[in-house]
């Protein structure tokens, strides 16, 4: 009986783990989606041979060498993903603006917004909001709030981000 349930115990936790590397590999699918989707957005727009002010190209050409760069970290992540399995990924934490990391990712998204026939209202009751995080981790969570508000609120048209601080809190 005890052989029994111990082989009953391991089952279960193999099912877990197979259940937690399933939900991790989906979870990365869709953070890799989203920068891509913005640099073909972007690029899109400079190949469409509109005729955008030399300011405009570079900084659409910036935006998209910037998510380049968020996909090629995103793909060193999961090369990481043993060390994250086994609970020995450190997190790299700095102050972090919030206010101004969400405005950047609102300029990022701007071709899904065009897209989608989306307009999003950002309002900030505080010009700054600096906060000790993982710069990569929180802009990753941000992304995925972003588009999923796309994905899911296409039929609303509008997308409210709204910052306050209450307190210590953001």
């Known amino acids: ?48 041979g509109a005729q955008l002010p030399p300011e405009n190209q570079r900084k659409y050409l910036q935006i998209a060498y910037e998510k380049s760069k968020r996909l090629e970290k995103l793909i060193n992540d999961l090369f990481s993903f043993t ?19 969400i405005e950047q990712q609102i300029d990022e998204f701007y071709p899904s917004f065009e897209e989608y026939n989306l307009v999003c209202e950002f309002k900030t009751y505080t010009p700054s909001a600096m906060v000790l995080a993982d710069g990569e981790m929180i802009a990753r969570a941000f992304e995925n709030l972003i588009s999923n508000a796309i994905k899911y609120g296409k039929d609303g048209k509008v997308i409210k981000i709204v910052t306050k601080r209450e307190g210590d809190e953001i």
């Open 83 to 101: 060390k994250l399995e086994y609970g020995n990924m450190p997190m790299k934490t700095s102050l972090i603006d919030i206010v101004k990391l």
């Open 1 to 48: 009986n005890i052989m029994a349930n111990d082989l009953q115990q391991l089952k279960e936790k193999e099912i877990q783990a197979e259940n937690t590397k399933n939900e991790l590999i989906t979870n990365v699918a869709h953070d890799l989606r989203t920068p891509l989707t913005s640099i073909i957005g972007y690029l899109d727009i400079l190949n469409s």
